[in-house]
């Protein structure tokens, strides 16, 4: 796991000739001011600057037309990203190597550096490295948006298609790097491998026509040459042959496999019935105590048993079209390989003709003729083989990734119960800390990460707050990619009492990851929790920038525009 830190940020604005430059404590950073002074401004800088957008931003910020400028680093390693406007950035490397990019190539830099390699699927259904917002997610706490919806704080998230499950599992460490990498190299590889199958049906295609053309007037010129040909027909043939019997097997195995889930269809349908009429019967039932009309058992007629019916109803039914989806694929695959065995049977039997004919009588015509034929034969034959050669080569490498995913995936069962009690029991100790009731909060939540949070008024901030820090401590312990600077924005919402304000800010101190860098926006911090590396901004209301930074700004920023930053056709202006 790599660890970023972020050093610096310097924000001009060329319209206003107004600019600002703040340090940040690689440990904690608390910007402190009252409202409407920019402090949000301030810290929505900061992705902006790396190209992640918040959900939220005040258009009249975005008026200045602000150039930002980001100090980081990275394991030690020291490098800067520059935001000159919507589309064009500039990177300076820790060797003070500088490159512009735009959206995309940034987002690429990035990744690489942050080794970011989650895979997630694009509205083509296709799998793509996301940009590095997808990174920050888990250690952005904007104040529009986090505090009332987890997993939320950034615009444009939705340009994937279920994308919190994988990333959440990512982020986590239950699949992480290793798994993704291997993922990718798979992928690649079967498409290749389907991509040559391709190629190798269209050259047998040909070949078997080139044959079909040639046969009438085909025949060897000696013994030798005809017991050649006869014996690689016959070695075709018992080809053909095992692989219609390996087709035999799979079609027997599927239509078993078939007749195993018409069997489940039949009995879940079954139960779905049996619980309607159930659910139907308590439904009607106005007593509190009822017996079963079936075995006369004695139950309660309450709510809860009444919903726990329509529970098991929903579940039965979502299994039902599981196995409905089972089937078809089931149904695909056995037309699938129906249409190969009638393929493979058509080839043997031609093959058995091409053997059952007899060479009649040979001209010297003939000869010649034939040896041109035989060369085109050769051609295709090399052809061919070559192909066959890089299919064993990318199928042993497919099989190989294949069972390397198996394995990872085998091994993340038992590394995610590791996560899942790490992340319940962290849960459970910091809902108490915020003064929440475990027994009155939202019960998915501990049973899955992704699950959306429903608790009222001032307890879902607190809420969403402890659901946070549980989950940056599994990162902590156990994400493969790079842990990012945790930036809070306005903790304080929802009208926090003045016990709980205490208790969210002592809470941040406290829990606060360790090695972990925090950048805190606050309005107050009644007890003085935050004593160190506190920035307070001036009361002036909409002017976070100010005249007396924008030449020591600008001329920082200059050598980049110096040095023909903005010359190439990408920032030509």
């Known amino acids: 796991m790599k660890k970023l830190v972020f050093k610096e940020i310097m924000i001009l604005s060329f319209p206003e000739k107004k600019a600002i430059k703040l340090n940040f404590n690689p440990k904690k950073t608390i910007v402190r001011g009252k409202n409407q002074v920019g402090k949000s401004s301030l810290v929505k800088s900061i992705y902006y600057t790396l190209g992640a957008i918040p959900a939220v931003i005040n258009s009249n910020w975005l008026k200045a037309e602000p150039i930002t400028y980001l100090k ?46 989650l895979l997630l699927s694009n509205r083509k259904g296709e799998p793509e490295v996301p940009p590095p917002t997808y990174l920050f997610l888990p250690f952005y706490l904007d104040q529009d948006k986090s505090w009332s919806d987890n997993w939320n704080s950034f615009a444009g998230l939705s340009q994937f298609s279920q994308w919190k499950r994988p990333l959440i599992d990512y982020h986590s460490g239950i699949k992480g790097n290793n798994y993704y990498k291997t993922k990718s190299e798979f992928d690649a590889v079967k498409i290749e491998l389907e991509d040559t199958k391709v190629e190798i049906n269209a050259l047998s295609k040909i070949l078997r026509n080139v044959n079909e053309k040639l046969k009438s007037e085909d025949f060897n010129v000696s013994i030798e040459d005809f017991s050649k040909e006869i014996s690689e027909l016959l070695v075709q043939c018992e080809i053909l042959k095992n692989e219609q019997n390996k087709l035999k097997i799979a079609l027997n195995d599927l239509y078993n496999h078939k007749s195993l889930i018409t069997s489940r269809i039949s009995i879940i349908q079954k139960s779905i019935n049996e619980t309607k009429l159930d659910y139907k019967y308590a439904l009607n039932y106005i007593d509190e105590d009822i017996d079963c009309p079936m075995c006369g058992a004695h139950y ?25 989806i089972d089937l078809t694929k089931v149904n695909d695959d056995i037309d699938k390989y129906d249409e190969s065995f009638i393929d493979k049977k058509a080839d043997f039997e031609k093959i058995q003709e091409l053997l059952n004919e007899k060479q009649n009588e040979v001209k010297l015509i003939d000869i010649i003729e034939n040896e041109g034929k035989k060369r085109v034969r050769e051609i295709f034959e090399s052809e061919r083989n070559e192909i066959y050669a890089k299919i064993g080569k990318s199928q042993s490498t497919h099989d190989s990734l294949e069972e390397k995913l198996k394995s990872i995936n085998k091994d993340g069962e038992a590394r995610k119960q590791k996560i899942m009690t790490l992340y319940r029991s962290k ?9 929440l009731d475990k027994a009155k909060t939202t019960k998915t939540i501990f049973e ?10 001032s307890n879902l901030p607190r809420a969403l707050l402890a659901y946070y820090f549980a989950f940056l401590e599994v990162m902590a312990q156990y994400t493969t990619s790079t842990f990012c600077p945790i930036v809070i924005d306005s903790p304080n919402q929802q009208e926090q009492d003045k016990d709980n304000l205490d208790a969210i800010m002592s809470f941040i101190n406290k829990y606060q990851p360790k090695d972990s860098q925090l950048i805190l926006s606050v309005v107050e911090d009644p007890k003085n929790v935050f004593k160190d590396s506190t920035h307070l901004l001036e009361d002036t209301k909409y002017s976070l920038l100010k005249s007396e930074f924008f030449n020591e700004v600008y001329s920082e920023i200059k050598p980049l525009i110096d040095k023909g930053i903005f010359n190439n056709e990408l920032f030509q202006f």
């Open 72 to 117: 980081m680093s990275l394991d030690g390693d020291e490098f800067a990203v520059l935001r000159y406007d919507k589309k064009r950035y500039v990177t300076v490397d820790e060797e003070q190597n500088i490159s512009t990019h735009d959206f995309k190539s940034l987002s690429k830099f990035l990744n690489q550096r942050f080794d970011f390699n």
């Open 300 to 324: 309660e007629n309450n709510f809860s048993e009444r919903f726990s019916l329509a529970e098991d109803e929903e579940q039965l039914e979502n299994l039902l079209n599981d196995l409905h």
């Open 427 to 435: 849960l459970t100790i910091y809902l108490k800390e915020l003064n």
């Open 448 to 457: 899955r990460m992704d699950a959306k949070l429903n608790e009222q008024g």
